[in-house]
């Protein structure tokens, strides 16, 4: 074996274990983001019940708090938050916003580090 094979066989080596590297880093960026998105998720679906749940009229107050994140690595930026659009009916249809509130049209928004990482957008009817 020449010594330019060897320098070759060393280059392609290099090459190949810095981008296991680059890899293994996207891949952990990646699994990170999908926790945040299924913490969010969690967090979006229970309240959602909550609301389901609520009397009609306490609807407004149950979505201006504030939504609980639990704590742990992923979530120490993670923030839920939760807006309400009244609506009428008309026809069989909402029509949002409206006079007459028939039902909420509510958004919620999860931000990770100042980014949107989810967005739900649901109904809640009388």
């Known amino acids: 074996m ?3 094979e060897v320098l070759l066989a060393l280059f392609l080596l290099c ?11 996207t891949s952990s960026l990646a699994s990170v983001k999908a926790r945040v998105v299924q913490q969010a998720s969690q967090v979006v679906s229970s309240h959602l019940e ?13 979505c201006s708090t504030g939504l609980a994140v639990a704590t742990g690595a ?3 930026t993670l923030s839920v938050h939760c807006s309400l659009v009244p609506c009428s009916e008309s026809a069989g249809k909402l029509i949002c916003p409206g006079q007459d509130v028939a039902a909420y049209q509510v958004t919620y928004r999860a931000l990770h580090q100042e980014r949107i ?9 009388r």
Request: cysteine-free; charged content about 20%; glycine content about 2%.
């Open 50 to 62: 909550e609301l389901r749940a609520a009397p009609f009229e306490d609807v407004p107050g149950l």
């Open 15 to 25: 090459v190949v274990v810095l981008s296991s590297f680059e890899l293994q880093n």
């Open 74 to 76: 992923a979530s120490k």
């Open 2 to 4: 020449t010594l330019l």
């Open 117 to 125: 990482v989810l967005e739900v957008v649901s109904v809640v009817a």
